[in-house]
């Protein structure tokens, strides 16, 4: 499992912080408190070889 890096963009106006706009990996955060919100249909499963990946 990878872990959450987040990267922020700051917006700043007169001289302060006005804006924080976060990017983080949410699916990675759930799945460290225990929540799989793809409910094991993630790319893991292709990744282990559980699962054939659909076909185009």
Do not use: C, T
């Amino acid at each position: 499992m990878s872990s959450a890096i987040p990267a922020g963009l700051w917006h700043i106006r007169y001289g302060k912080i006005a804006d924080n706009w976060v990017s983080v990996d949410l699916a990675s955060v759930l799945a460290q408190l225990g929540r799989d919100v793809f409910e094991g249909e993630g790319w893991e499963a292709f990744d282990r070889n559980e699962k054939e990946p659909p076909k185009p």
